[in-house]
């Protein structure tokens, strides 16, 4: 796995899924083959216009566009960005090109893209007519489910502020929609990044979409815990499922967990763990010393045990509705939309 490229074509009608289509391979090429001959030849030669130094929008160096980045993008991401197209078409088809919102994602690819990597990839998206209005491109260091990010955090902060550059000129030099964002996938906790990342949207004057469903999940089974009997057992029910089936959990998520199993309890004994010791065991907060972030991900990634427990589960939402929603509400508006779209920074990650 450690060479899989990945790329992903999603779309939403109304907040809801309709399709997705993705595939892996080992080599260096996306979903098993590389894009044809024909279609390479096509790429280059449209594409080798632009090589040379990019002017971008508030960045006072150029960006070098080197013909080994053309041939990178041509040779790993081309045939990923053909499937793509195929899935998009259909799509289309199936519900109109204007009813759904398209995003392609490489944030699972084995190596970061480049700046140049992104733009030529952006290219081939528009030369085959692909109203993308994300795009998902992995960074240098960790983005963890759930935790916070691991990595160079300076170096993050000059890839971040490159991305929404050559989007932004990207927007200018190709055919692309014009409300076209960066998409930061595993997004949400990231407290660290969150002042980096406000600082270079309000420069750019750009804005991002954040991927945040698995914390808003994490938030819910918080309030179940902190709601105490029926709820709290339930919290412990999904943990327990999620431990006796890590192995499976694991498997999809390989590249964005970091799951240490020596640090995770036994079922046994969360079980007589009281609800705050539950609660301050899961919430993200490492000033409180019974945080564990791996428990953290593993209930972050054991989401479909609660699913299979049906309307157990959802009678417990409802019944316990006033106390999740004020977890969810403090998480995604203080934590998260506050710092990193209102530039409001709390002197501490809120407990």
């Known amino acids: 796995m450690s060479k899989?490229?990945?790329?992903?074509?999603?779309?939403?009608?109304?907040?809801?899924?309709?399709?997705?289509?993705?595939?892996?391979?080992?080599?260096?090429?996306?979903?098993?083959r590389p894009a044809r001959a024909e279609s390479v030849s096509e790429f280059i030669k449209a594409a080798t216009r632009y090589l040379g130094p990019l002017c971008l929008p508030n960045s006072e160096a150029p960006l070098e566009l080197k013909n080994a980045s053309l041939m990178n993008v041509a040779r790993r991401y081309l045939g990923a960005v053909e499937e793509a197209n195929r899935v998009y078409r259909r799509i289309a088809e199936k519900k109109g090109a204007a009813n759904?919102?398209?995003?392609?994602?490489?944030?699972?690819?084995?190596?970061p893209q480049t700046a140049e990597?992104?733009?030529f990839i952006l290219a081939a998206v528009s030369f085959?007519?692909?109203?993308?209005?994300?795009?998902?491109?992995?960074?240098?260091?960790?983005?963890?489910?759930?935790?916070?990010?691991?990595?160079?955090?300076?170096?993050?902060?000059?890839?971040?502020?490159?991305a929404l550059a050559v989007v932004e000129m990207a927007k200018l030099t190709f055919d692309l929609p014009a409300n076209l964002k960066l998409s930061i996938h595993s997004g949400s906790d990231k407290f660290s990044l969150y002042p980096i990342m406000h600082r270079a949207m309000a420069k750019a004057g750009a804005g991002i979409h954040l991927?945040?469903?698995?914390?808003?999940?994490?938030?819910?089974?918080?309030?179940?815990a902190a709601s105490g009997g029926d709820g709290l057992q339930l919290a412990k029910d999904v943990?327990?499922?999620?431990?006796?089936?890590?192995?499976?959990?694991?498997?999809?998520y390989l590249a964005v967990i970091g799951i240490d199993r020596a640090r995770l309890p036994s079922s046994e004994e969360v079980n007589a763990w009281s609800g705050?010791?539950?609660v301050e065991a899961l919430r993200h907060d490492p000033s409180c010393p019974r945080f564990n972030p791996?428990?953290?991900?593993?209930?972050?990634?054991?989401?479909?045990?609660?699913?299979?427990?049906g309307g157990r589960f959802t009678d417990l939402l409802r019944r316990h509705r006033d106390i999740i929603e004020s977890q969810v509400t403090e998480n995604l508006l203080r934590r998260h939309i506050e710092p990193l779209f209102l530039g409001r920074f709390a002197d501490k990650i809120p407990g």
């Not at 759904?100 to 190596?111: K, R």
């Not at 007519?129 to 935790?147: C, D, E, H, W």
């Open 128 to 162: 085959r007519n692909m109203a993308v209005q994300t795009i998902a491109p992995r960074f240098s260091g960790a983005f963890l489910k759930g935790i916070d990010y691991e990595g160079d955090v300076q170096k993050f902060a000059r890839e971040f502020e490159s």
């Open 294 to 309: 791996h428990i953290r991900q593993l209930v972050h990634i054991g989401f479909r045990i609660a699913a299979e427990m």
């Open 117 to 119: 990597d992104l733009f």
């Open 211 to 224: 991927k945040t469903a698995g914390t808003t999940w994490l938030e819910e089974v918080i309030g179940l």
């Open 4 to 32: 899989i490229a990945r790329i992903f074509l999603s779309a939403a009608i109304l907040g809801f899924a309709v399709a997705a289509a993705w595939a892996q391979t080992d080599g260096p090429i996306n979903f098993g």
């Open 239 to 252: 943990y327990a499922g999620a431990l006796s089936r890590i192995e499976e959990l694991v498997r999809p």
């Open 276 to 278: 705050l010791e539950f």
């Open 100 to 111: 759904f919102i398209a995003e392609i994602s490489l944030d699972e690819a084995a190596v």
